[in-house]
């Protein structure tokens, strides 16, 4: 049976926190996939960019990391003093993005996911999510956009203007992907 965050995560008794996150059907995250011989090292660092990305969004500090093959070790401390001092609006903030549905966005990934890996049973083709008519973005460009998403971006992806502005926003000074955004968002 499971159990609740609100039961298993108590920062009063415990900030740190261990966090395993394991791949599943033999899929690799990184390193080289002895099932289909393709490499995916590169993954790496993306997922060392994305733990620094989300640790800044949540108030967690991250005391160490290891990325396997197929999982990922994370010591995780929750600072509880940054939390407490966030205001409504600052939390908002740090969860800005296209305003959609959490529905639509699951939706999405669950598509991505079984479109970009067509061999697994349940590959969706024939419909695509609504959000991405939403966005005026083809099925296609998504995907090959979802696909390459470290090679043409950074961390955020959208129109080139939010883009730059939530860069700006979050103390960055540069930020990658202008080409793949008109791409995508040609207006």
């Known amino acids: 049976m499971t159990t609740s965050r609100r039961k298993l995560i108590e920062p009063q008794i415990t900030p740190f926190y261990h966090v395993i996150n394991r791949c599943v059907r033999r ?104 959000i991405l008519q939403q966005l005026g973005i083809t099925a296609d460009a998504w995907l090959e956009h979802s696909e390459q998403f470290m090679e043409r971006y950074a961390n955020v992806s959208g129109k080139w203007s939010r883009m730059c502005a939530f860069k700006q926003h979050a103390g960055g000074h540069w930020c990658k992907g202008k080409s793949a955004s008109h791409q995508l968002h040609p207006n």
């Open 27 to 130: 899929a690799y995250l990184c390193g080289d996939d002895p099932y289909n011989g393709k490499n995916y090292h590169h993954r790496r660092g993306w997922i060392v960019n994305k733990i620094k990305q989300l640790a800044a969004v949540f108030c967690i500090d991250v005391c160490a990391y290891a990325v396997m093959s197929n999982h990922y070790h994370l010591v995780l401390k929750i600072d509880t003093e940054q939390q407490q001092k966030l205001t409504p609006k600052a939390v908002i903030s740090r969860t800005a993005g296209i305003n959609f549905a959490f529905t639509d966005y699951f939706e999405l990934i669950d598509w991505t996911g079984r479109c970009v890996r067509n061999d697994k049973k349940g590959f969706i083709a024939s419909s695509q999510p609504k």
